[in-house]
């Protein structure tokens, strides 16, 4: 443990104290408790990491247009307006 000096605003360890009495713990505590926190609050979020989705197979069966890859998509669910 690294021992240190804190300037504290009167007031602030006025209630940190009255707080460290009402809990029964050294203020020590409460102080680490309170650092911890910022250091909590402060971390990186986890990077998103995308499952691989690859699969395998023979690929396209043949080679279509994007416009007969959404009809063909589309076939039995309705009606597909294309932009064309």
Do not use: C, W
Not at 38 to 46: G, H, I, L, S, T
């Amino acid at each position: 443990m690294r021992k240190t000096t804190l300037a504290v605003n009167e007031a602030l360890f006025d209630d940190v104290k009255r707080i460290a009495v009402l809990r029964g713990v050294p203020m020590r505590e409460l102080f680490e408790e309170g650092l911890r926190a910022v250091v909590d609050q402060n971390k990186r979020p986890e990077s998103f990491h995308l499952p691989d989705g690859t699969f395998y197979g023979d690929g396209m069966v043949r080679e279509m247009s994007f416009a007969e890859m959404l009809e063909e998509s589309y076939a039995g669910r309705g009606t597909f307006v294309g932009r064309d």
